[in-house]
């Protein structure tokens, strides 16, 4: 029988995604494993298609409220798998215990519970917050490798792109003008001025709208000079699959941008309040511009603040950067045929 690992995140995307070198590490050690994760289902079903995970376990469905309630509230599904569950990491706070003498009793052989939040972690960054709660049985030397969608996924995107009026994906530059908060935000305006840009090079601009973007997306299109195409969002698998084909990807601090960092197409993050040097994606195919650094004190401080100075980032800045990401190494030439990497097309 195998045997298996149980991951339970109960974060926002982007803080799911910042996980995953901690994911691949516990892959790469438990070879042979199978990998169940307890996350939102949105995320889950993108983790697992794209084959990080084996098995999820969604939020919605009380996965991870029952195990906190108690041992009889656990669905069936939960407790077959911890009753083969070699190693149950929480990244979560559990400060009575409760948690981990719940994924014990049903079978972990071995449970860590720690949230990454707290302030006994070491490191800055996210991802090396999540990778030090796993130091005691993981390598931290996890190589970032995109986040891989199945080449029949990316076809279909292909043809639903096509249906939207984007025969040639090779042209397309996604925008993500929202986020989970906008306190978050740059002015639209700014986003206007760079679709303009995009279009004035024959680019194919396109703004991705999620659930709670709509507001951000009307006061966009406010601003362009003609309404740019606008790809809304029904599950977060069919965003990925749409994003995977983008030469370039523009966002927020949000899920969306985590998203596209992941399957590596070049990203220009705009932060503002956030801190950087914690929730930043990383590599080099990232680039992250900000205004004067946020001098808000707390949360409260910046849902007050009207300025927004921290997002007061120059168009010919974030033109500058556009141009850097769509003439760089990560944007392959058109023609090439390795369907893995985000820039190459058909």
């Known amino acids: 029988m195998q045997r298996t690992l149980l991951i339970l995140h109960p974060g926002a995307i982007g803080d799911v995604i910042l996980a995953l070198p901690a994911i691949r590490a516990l892959r790469r050690q438990f070879h042979g494993h199978a990998l169940g994760l307890v996350a939102g289902e949105e995320i889950g079903r993108v983790l697992r298609t794209c084959a990080e995970v084996d098995s999820t376990f969604a939020l919605e469905a009380d996965a991870l409220a029952g195990l906190m309630a108690g041992s009889r509230w656990v669905s069936r599904a939960v407790r077959e798998w911890l009753a083969r569950c070699e190693l149950a990491i929480g990244w979560l706070r559990d400060s009575d215990g409760r948690l981990q003498s719940v994924l014990q009793e049903l079978g972990a052989s071995r449970v860590i519970v720690q949230s990454p939040l707290t302030s006994t972690c070491g490191p800055i960054?996210?991802?090396?917050?999540?990778?030090?709660?796993?130091?005691?049985?993981?390598?931290?030397?996890?190589?970032?490798?995109?986040?891989?969608?199945?080449?029949?996924?990316?076809?279909?995107?292909?043809?639903?792109?096509?249906?939207?009026?984007?025969?040639?994906?090779?042209?397309?530059?996604?925008?993500?003008?929202?986020?989970?908060s906008r306190h978050k935000c740059a002015d639209p305006a700014l986003f206007a001025g760079i679709i303009d840009w995009v279009r004035a090079r024959d680019g194919v601009p396109i703004?991705?709208?999620?659930?709670?973007?709509?507001?951000?997306?009307?006061?966009?299109?406010?601003f362009c000079e003609r309404r740019p195409l606008?790809?809304?969002?029904?599950?977060?698998l069919d965003t990925a699959t749409a994003l995977a084909h983008a030469r370039l990807f523009i966002g927020h601090d949000s899920g969306l941008t985590h998203l596209a960092a992941a399957l590596h197409v070049p990203t220009v993050a705009l932060f503002g309040p956030t801190k950087i040097q914690r929730w930043a994606p990383r590599g080099s195919h990232v680039i992250v511009l900000t205004g004067t650094p946020c001098q808000c004190g707390s949360w409260e401080t910046v849902q007050a603040c009207v300025e927004k100075p921290c997002l007061r980032i120059p168009l010919e800045e974030l033109r500058r950067a556009c141009a850097r990401m769509l003439l760089g190494p990560h944007n392959r030439p058109r023609g090439c045929r390795d369907a893995r990497h985000s820039a190459c097309l058909e």
């Open 207 to 222: 703004l991705l709208e999620g659930p709670a973007d709509e507001e951000a997306v009307r006061s966009v299109t406010a």
């Open 230 to 236: 606008v790809l809304h969002r029904t599950n977060l």
């Open 125 to 180: 960054h996210q991802e090396d917050r999540v990778l030090e709660t796993l130091a005691s049985v993981v390598a931290s030397d996890i190589p970032h490798e995109p986040l891989r969608v199945p080449n029949s996924l990316l076809e279909d995107a292909k043809a639903r792109l096509a249906a939207e009026g984007i025969p040639d994906p090779g042209l397309l530059v996604a925008l993500h003008p929202g986020s989970g």
